[in-house]
């Protein structure tokens, strides 16, 4: 029996980020693994960061790509799960330690040993790559059953972008009917962040830098409020107004504006990752007890339930659709925000073998 299955990709080979077909091995499916035939794979500003080492800890080749949807090939003797045939979708994480506290309780994101869906090494020393490719291998526990007559090609960026931002809505209480929430920053995870909390019957306030957002937050998105953050008589205006904050900004930005907004007992959570550290005002925090939080992505119970709750509700990422081979001049329109709101890849058909 085979030992591995012949793959292609496109990976970077160093931090200039350049990506380019690469031709490589996956293993072939042991007892409890399931594979599957890459369709589609959204593109997360966390692909870009790592394919040009931002953050300092990129292994080359570095196939990125971790918002996968898919169709099962194959499944090991032991998986009971799947069977070929069935729609699936592939996350940030591909494997855990399966024996902490946070694995106990359906938190594999707070692993103190994360297997990430790329970028990181599996238990046998070998690497993990992502889904700009056409094949992935990956442990049933790890997979997502797809809900029927749900959008692959615009469900798929839920897969980080959902749970992202569907995870902290959930676990600090800001799904309540009635809460007024914000949200900072309007791109691929802000725009998803939107919809989940005007699902959760939430009224919700837009925070951005650009006015031109404004039309599509309240016309397409169906926000009920915007603030442009660096107008300063809107933003007093609207002062101790919001029960929470979800920040989903990836850039440096200014947090004591944000924080003026919250009423007391008021949370903010983080989503976003700078690459540098954001300064943080103590004192309007304890003048108000206010939270600071942070949150990531979520476990896979969560990402299950996320998914489900999209498709009972309609809830889809706007997208661009791509081909494999734009996918350098889209990293390049996403470091420029030059996205309404999330590229994704269009893998099975566009992926060549090189």
């Not at 009917?177 to 909390?197: I, N, R, T």
């Amino acid at each position: 029996m085979a030992k591995t299955v012949s793959a292609v990709g496109w990976a970077a080979k160093d931090p200039t980020g350049v990506l380019s077909p690469f031709n490589f091995s996956r293993r072939a499916a042991a007892d409890r693994d399931v594979q599957l035939k890459v369709l589609y794979c959204g593109v997360c500003h966390s692909d870009l960061h790592s394919i040009r080492n931002e953050w300092g800890n990129a292994r080359y080749p570095l196939i990125p790509g971790h918002e996968i949807v898919g169709v099962v090939t194959g499944v090991g003797p032991k998986v009971e799960k799947f069977k070929p045939g069935d729609t699936v979708g592939v996350g940030c994480l591909v494997n855990s330690c399966r024996s902490c506290d946070q694995c106990a309780n359906d938190l594999e994101n707070y692993c103190p040993q994360p297997v990430q869906t790329y970028n990181t090494l599996l238990p046998d020393g070998s690497a993990t790559y992502g889904g700009y490719s056409d094949v992935m291998v990956v442990d049933e526990d790890f997979v997502i059953r797809w809900p029927d007559n749900f959008p692959m090609d615009k469900g798929a960026p839920l897969l980080c972008a959902g749970i992202t931002t569907y995870s902290p809505l959930r676990y600090f209480g800001l799904d309540k009917p009635g809460l007024h929430v914000g949200v900072v920053g309007l791109g691929g995870l802000g725009h998803v962040a939107v919809k989940f909390a005007k699902a959760f019957g939430t009224k919700v306030t837009v925070i951005s830098t650009s006015a031109s957002k404004k039309k599509e937050a309240m016309e397409i998105l169906g926000a009920d409020g915007f603030l442009i953050s660096g107008d300063e008589a809107e933003m007093k205006a609207a002062a101790g107004t919001l029960d929470g904050i979800i920040d989903t900004v990836s850039a440096q930005h200014p947090l004591p504006p944000l924080l003026s907004l919250l009423k007391a007992h008021g949370k903010m959570v983080v989503v976003g990752a700078p690459d540098k550290p954001l300064e943080l005002p103590t004192y309007t925090i304890i003048t108000g007890r206010k939270t600071v939080a942070g949150s990531l992505i979520g476990g896979l119970k969560e990402t299950q339930e996320m998914i489900d709750f999209a498709a009972k509700h309609n809830i889809t990422a706007e997208v661009e659709m791509i081909p494999m081979d734009y996918v350098n001049t889209a990293m390049e329109r996403l470091a420029k925000a030059d996205v309404k709101y999330r590229f994704v890849i269009d893998v099975g058909n566009t992926l060549k073998s090189c």
